[in-house]
Every structure is written in C-alpha cells, then in structure tokens.
C-alpha cells in the first residue's frame, strides 16, 4: 500500500513529479526537434524547449530546499516510459512520429495540471515565488500545449489523406 503524503512531503512529492516529467519534455522535445518530419512542428518543438529549460531550472530551484530533484515514481515513470518507447520509433514513420508527438502533448497537459495545483498551493501559502513561477509556468504550458495540439492535428490530417481518403467521406 502506498504511504499518504502530506504537507511537505505532498509539495515536495508534487515538485519531484513536475521535475522528473519536465525532463521527459525536454528530452522529448531535443529529440523531436530533430526527427520529426513536419518542419513546423520541428520549429514549435525548438521554441518550446527554450522555454521548457528554463521550466525545468525553476522547478528545480523551487524543489531544492524540500529535497525535490526529480524522483521519478508511477505516474511520472509511467509516462516517462510510454515518451522513450515512442520516440524510439519517431524517426521511421509519420505515424510513429504522430505516436511520439501525441505522448509529448499529453506530458505538456499532465504539466498544465501540475502548474495549476502549484500555483493554488503557493496562493495558499502566501509563497510569491512559487506563485510568481507557477503562472509563469501555467501560461507558457498552455501555450506550447496548443500549439503542439494544432501541430498534431496538422500531422493527423496529413497521414490520414495520404492515399487518397480524405475525398471521401
């Protein structure tokens, strides 16, 4: 049986998971960035890894002094597992590179969640850093999440009227 977390432990179990997933991101998006086969999805994936870096070095500023850098457990683990298997077949098929860019999303939506716990917890403990990253981190999620979104609904439509399908229906 699980052990129960709170107080500290549940914040410094919530930023150990936001870290070890916004590594997944970074790692997807470095490598993504360079085998994709869409060049605007290619761009979308390089701008967002700029910002998904400095993410990345606030989360850990804001989980050093709890401990937290990045423990990786099932939820986290789980997800950072389906990331490498489907990018190690991005690079041999559109398909499998729409696998890759679809488990990239569902990370960048899972962070969304994680931003806005962070930012209703910092409200909450009148923490102004950690409000002032988790807005921060909360809108520049949302952002390259919807865009990321538009660029897999792109490659979707590509692959599905490769062959002449999309006529019709």
Known sequence: MAEAKVGEQFIKHELDEAIAIQQCIVEAEQQLSQSHPEPEAKQAMKTSLR???????????????LGATGEV????????QLMEQTLQSAGEAESEAYEAHAVLLNLKRKQQDSAAAMLKMAREMKNTEMRDAAQEFEKGTKE???????QLANLAVKIATQDGMGARA
């Open 51 to 65: 910002e998904d870096e400095k993410f990345l070095k606030q989360l850990q500023k804001l989980g050093k002094p």
């Open 73 to 80: 457990e099932e939820v986290a683990g789980g997800l950072k």
């Open 144 to 150: 390259s999440a919807n865009e990321l979104a538009s």
